[in-house]
């Protein structure tokens, strides 16, 4: 079975930083575009960055200058590194795939466990 597994959540001090990281398990070729979403409560998952593939990027408006996203093809692994951090920014973060191939064939929409990013003094 594929799956996601996030890492690197915990409780920070506003203005502090923070990475998170996000592996997909074994016997995987390849993974297209992934993302890192996160969920406060009460609110509903919102996108916070994208990458291709290729490495294109896209962010969120509230994390633009702030959070960047980066990934290893060779590791199908994806990063978010996460600078100058508000309470705002406390939220359930999740990593997503939107097409994983293995060796079982392609597998869509993957979505990881999520992690646990509180930012408070």
């Known amino acids: 079975q594929v799956q996601l597994v996030e890492s690197g959540g915990g409780l920070v001090q506003p203005g502090e930083s923070l990475s998170l990281s996000c592996a997909a398990s074994?016997?995987?070729?390849?993974?297209?575009?992934m993302a890192w979403y996160r969920q406060a409560p009460g609110n509903q998952r919102e996108l916070v960055a994208g990458?291709?593939?290729?490495?294109?990027?896209n962010y969120s408006d509230p994390v633009k200058g702030r959070f960047t996203i980066s990934r290893s093809n060779t590791k199908n692994t994806v990063y978010l590194q996460m600078n100058s951090l508000k309470p705002e920014d406390t939220a359930v973060y999740y990593c997503?795939?939107?097409?994983?191939?293995?060796?079982?064939?392609?597998?869509?929409?993957?979505w990881g466990q999520g992690t646990q990013v509180t930012v408070s003094s």
């Open positions: 997503y795939a939107d097409r994983i191939a293995t060796m079982w064939g392609p597998f869509y929409n993957i």
């Open positions: 074994e016997s995987i070729f390849s993974i297209d575009a």
């Open positions: 990458i291709t593939y290729g490495g294109s990027t």
